[in-house]
């Protein structure tokens, strides 16, 4: 499928240069939306994995430093696992190589409420001893500097449960008659599950992932399934593999009774070839229809992903999902869990496949770069695939929330880094959606869409298989786009809050003078915010036009040449800019014997007509050809007309006001 990159048009574009202005006129088309119901804020990954009661009952992250003296290349998780319980048994292998001057104790993590049967390194058994969670293995002989070694851990039990950030959960889907068992191990939780090392810096050069089920079962994981094999005691084993690197926490299984339902995708950078996307659903009467059409739509997010982010990086094994019993999905690398199919949920993960998996977060600190990038894919998918009016739905309702509180950013500092404080690392409003819209802010900032998705290219060329930073990011944007954003991200990213702003305009002589009055909502951190704004003209020949103008100050005074009469002014409705608009008065309402307004104006649905000073009368709304449409008794200082049964024009309103009319001009969307 082909798909427009450009989201607007600029076939009107001008630069006019003059005194404090940077001024772009655009013909970009105001996108109308009705005002739907947006679906359950925190419905994505970290979205709807807190639990707080879990939590709480954890302590702050205290790794010891041993962890850090080699480096893994290699796991194999051979495992006995129902789809009934917890409980699981077998043995993990770990190929490392030592990365200090030698290694005389062999540090991993695993919980205590895990059995460990035994150890051995390199083949021999090793005793070892076990403190908060992790374990230690007393070498006799230290292991030099570059040597490779390998460490296989048996073991066995019953871990801890509960709550979406559980390791390792099981449930009973009354729904569909179906007993699932899944793991779900980021941020801190992999060691609830298999012995590990939870350091993101780290990830291991591949994976084999086998599970031994009961044969009624299927057992999903990460890359490909490279045989089935019939045990006695109608028993079965799933052997997974994969070449790709990986962080520990995309390690993952799920094992119910499953139907095998596979698509493929065809994305254009694989010249002809095809895409396996492999999913493990109930295999229970009508689940795979009541699905269907969820999962049907991977295949478009895969295609315009590749297209706009650059090939999908596991090309060479699969993508896939496996439904299991947790309220949101996990990105676990090529074969994503979640509860459902939804169509935000599964364009939010698959995102994650480049941003997360591909280049991942190289601290918790900098978790946007998985969660607001992977959110940011959810509203691409919403702009290209699904049309509109979602992207305004979706613009609209983001920005509330987000503006809902005044403070908070982006930027998770250390010492919030903990593991009691899981709901500051994923919070929805800061990491996942203000993440999203500072993207497409940046997307605004650059003016040329082929630019900014060459950054998002640029990003994953660079950092493939491996870590990224906020700073890292950074770099790649100010080099591909030779423009320096810096300060940009000290006020959007490290900082907190978001500008508000007081318009105040008047046009004489064939010029508009705006002057716009910046203020924060959280002055005392982030006193002011450079940026440019976005000015819809809403002309009295019912044409209009947007303008760009640089906000270097708090006050700033712009005089742009209109030729045009201006009915009125919006600042940003499209929503490119988070902010607040507290007013934007004209200087002849101000001026006005009897202070009187219409608001808003283009009015959607409702128009509030406010005096100032005495009651109204009557208001009259009448077509562009003076003939009356309706009439209104008021006796009111503020009136509420609906107009949502008015075509799209431009309608005259007059107000009575003791003994005076006025009219005014609005436009109906």
């Given at each position: 499928?082909?798909?427009?990159?450009l989201?607007?048009?600029?076939?009107?574009?001008?630069?006019?240069?003059?005194?404090?202005?940077?001024?772009?006129?655009?013909?970009?088309?105001?996108?109308?939306?009705?005002?739907?119901?947006?679906?359950d804020?925190?419905?994505y990954?970290?979205?709807?994995?807190?639990?707080?009661?879990?939590?709480?009952?954890?302590?702050?992250?205290?790794?010891?430093?041993?962890?850090?003296?080699?480096?893994v290349?290699?796991?194999?998780?051979?495992?006995k696992?129902?789809?009934?319980?917890?409980?699981?048994?077998?043995?993990?292998?770990?190929?490392?190589?030592?990365?200090?001057?030698?290694?005389?104790?062999?540090?991993?993590?695993?919980?205590?409420?895990?059995?460990?049967?035994?150890?051995?390194?390199?083949?021999?058994?090793?005793?070892?001893?076990?403190?908060?969670d992790?374990?230690?293995?007393?070498?006799?002989?230290?292991?030099?500097?570059?040597?490779?070694?390998?460490?296989?851990?048996?073991?066995?039990?019953?871990?801890?449960?509960?709550g979406?950030?559980?390791?390792?959960?099981?449930?009973?889907?009354?729904?569909?008659?179906?007993?699932?068992?899944w793991?779900?191990?980021?941020?801190?939780?992999?060691?609830?599950?298999?012995?590990?090392?939870?350091?993101l810096?780290?990830?291991?050069?591949?994976?084999?992932?086998?599970?031994?089920?009961?044969?009624?079962?299927?057992?999903?994981?990460?890359?490909?399934l490279?045989?089935?094999?019939?045990?006695?005691?109608?028993?079965?084993?799933?052997?997974?593999?994969?070449?790709?690197?990986?962080?520990?926490?995309?390690?993952?299984?799920?094992?119910?009774?499953?139907?095998?339902?596979?698509?493929?995708?065809?994305?254009?950078?694989?010249?002809?070839?095809?895409?396996?996307?492999?999913?493990y659903?109930?295999?229970?009467?009508?689940?795979?229809?009541?699905?269907?059409?969820?999962?049907?739509?991977?295949?478009?997010?895969?295609?315009?992903?590749?297209?706009?982010?650059?090939?999908?990086?596991?090309?060479?094994?699969?993508?896939?999902?496996?439904?299991?019993?947790l309220?949101?999905?996990?990105?676990?690398?090529t074969?994503?869990?979640?509860?459902?199919?939804?169509?935000?949920?599964?364009?939010?993960e698959?995102?994650?496949?480049?941003f997360?998996?591909?280049?991942?977060c190289?601290?918790?600190?900098?978790?946007?770069?998985?969660?607001?990038?992977?959110?940011?894919?959810?509203?691409?998918?919403?702009?290209?695939?699904a049309?509109?009016?979602?992207?305004?739905i979706?613009?609209?309702?983001?920005h509330?929330?987000?503006?809902?509180?005044?403070g908070?950013?982006?930027?998770?500092?250390e010492?919030?880094?903990?593991?009691?404080?899981?709901?500051?690392?994923?919070?929805?409003?800061?990491?996942y959606w203000?993440?999203?819209?500072?993207?497409?802010?940046?997307?605004?900032?650059?003016?040329?869409?082929?630019?900014?998705?060459?950054?998002?290219?640029?990003?994953?060329?660079k950092?493939?298989?491996?870590?990224?930073?906020?700073?890292?990011?950074?770099?790649?944007?100010?080099?591909t786009?030779v423009?320096?954003?810096?300060e940009?991200f000290?006020?959007?990213?490290?900082?907190?809050?978001y500008?508000?702003?007081?318009?105040?305009?008047?046009?004489?002589?064939?010029?508009?003078?705006?002057?716009?009055?910046?203020?924060?909502?959280?002055?005392?951190?982030?006193?002011?915010?450079?940026?440019?704004?976005?000015y819809?003209?809403?002309?009295?020949?019912?044409?209009?036009s947007?303008?760009?103008?640089?906000?270097?100050?708090?006050?700033?005074?712009?005089?742009?040449?209109?030729?045009?009469i201006?009915?009125?002014?919006?600042?940003?409705?499209?929503?490119?800019?988070?902010?607040?608009?507290?007013?934007?008065?004209?200087?002849?309402e101000?001026?006005?014997?009897?202070?009187?307004?219409?608001s808003?104006?283009?009015?959607?649905?409702?128009?509030v007509?406010?005096?100032?000073?005495?009651?109204?009368?009557?208001?009259?709304?009448?077509?562009?050809?003076?003939?009356?449409?309706?009439?209104?008794?008021?006796?009111?200082?503020?009136?509420?007309?609906?107009?949502?049964?008015?075509?799209?024009?431009?309608?005259?309103?007059?107000?009575?006001?003791?003994?005076?009319?006025?009219?005014?001009?609005f436009?109906?969307?």
């Open positions: 499928m082909n798909f427009n990159i989201a607007y048009s600029q076939n009107d574009s001008t630069l006019i240069k003059a005194q404090n202005l940077i001024l772009f006129l655009l013909s970009i088309n105001f996108l109308s939306a009705q005002d739907y119901f947006f679906p804020i925190d419905r990954c970290g979205r709807s994995k807190f639990t707080k009661e879990i939590l709480l009952s954890g302590m702050d992250i205290d790794q010891s430093s041993l962890l850090h003296n080699y480096d290349k290699f796991y194999f998780l051979d495992l696992v129902e789809n009934n319980t917890v409980e699981l048994s077998g043995k993990v292998t770990i190929n490392a190589q030592v990365t200090e001057s030698e290694l005389d104790t062999f540090a991993f993590e695993l919980v205590d409420e895990l059995i460990v049967d035994s150890i051995l390194i390199n083949g021999w058994q090793k005793s070892f001893q076990r403190s908060n992790e374990v230690f293995v007393m070498l006799e002989n230290s292991i030099a500097q570059e040597e490779n070694f390998t460490c296989q851990v048996y073991y066995h039990g019953t871990p801890p449960t509960g979406f950030f559980s390791g390792i959960s099981t449930e009973y889907d009354s729904a569909w008659n179906k007993h699932v068992t793991t779900l191990s980021e941020p801190f939780n992999a060691r609830q599950w298999w012995p590990t090392k939870q350091v810096t780290d990830k291991a050069d591949s994976v084999w992932i086998f599970i031994t089920t009961s044969a009624e079962n299927k057992a999903g994981s990460i890359g490909l490279t045989n089935v094999v019939s045990l006695p005691n109608n028993k079965a084993r799933f052997e997974w593999k994969s070449r790709y690197p990986i962080a520990y926490y995309l390690i993952s299984f799920a094992v119910a009774e499953y139907q095998e339902y596979n698509i493929y995708a065809k994305p254009a950078d694989l010249y002809g070839d095809s895409l396996l996307i492999q999913n659903i109930y295999d229970s009467p009508g689940c795979l229809s009541y699905y269907k059409q969820g999962i049907d739509n991977t295949v478009g997010f895969l295609e315009l992903f590749s297209e706009l982010f650059s090939q999908y990086p596991f090309h060479e094994e699969k993508y896939g999902h496996c439904l299991a019993g309220s949101g999905g996990m990105e676990h690398q074969m994503t869990t979640l509860g459902r199919f939804d169509f935000s949920l599964v364009a939010h698959l995102g994650h496949m480049w997360g998996d591909n280049v991942t190289s601290n918790w600190s900098d978790i946007w770069i998985n969660e607001g990038f992977a959110t940011y894919a959810d509203y691409l998918a919403t702009e290209k695939i049309g509109d009016p979602w992207p305004g979706w613009r609209k309702n983001v509330n929330f987000i503006l809902s509180k005044p908070g950013s982006i930027y998770v500092p010492e919030e880094v903990t593991y009691d404080n899981v709901e500051r690392i994923f919070d929805s409003r800061l990491t203000k993440g999203a819209v500072i993207l497409h802010m940046i997307r605004f900032e650059l003016q040329n869409d082929v630019l900014f998705f060459d950054v998002l290219k640029n990003f994953q060329d950092f493939s298989d491996s870590l990224a930073s906020t700073p890292d990011f950074i770099g790649v944007l100010n080099e786009s423009k320096d954003f810096n940009f000290n006020q959007w990213y490290y900082c907190e809050g500008p508000i702003y007081s318009i105040n305009y008047k046009q004489a002589d064939g010029f508009l003078e705006l002057e716009s009055v910046q203020t924060t909502s959280m002055p005392e951190i982030t006193p002011f915010y450079s940026m440019n704004m976005p819809k003209l809403f002309f009295n020949d019912g044409t209009d947007t303008i760009i103008l640089f906000q270097e100050s708090n006050t700033m005074t712009y005089s742009v040449p209109i030729e045009k201006i009915d009125s002014i919006q600042v940003d409705p499209d929503k490119w800019v988070l902010k607040k608009v507290e007013s934007i008065i004209g200087i002849a101000n001026e006005s014997k009897y202070q009187f307004s219409i808003p104006n283009p009015v959607k649905d409702k128009l007509v406010q005096s100032f000073s005495e009651m109204i009368s009557k208001i009259t709304i009448s077509d562009i050809c003076g003939n009356k449409i309706e009439e209104y008794t008021s006796m009111q200082p503020i009136s509420t007309i609906n107009v949502s049964g008015l075509s799209s024009g431009v309608f005259f309103i007059t107000i009575e006001i003791g003994e005076a009319n006025f009219t005014q001009k436009i109906k969307l």
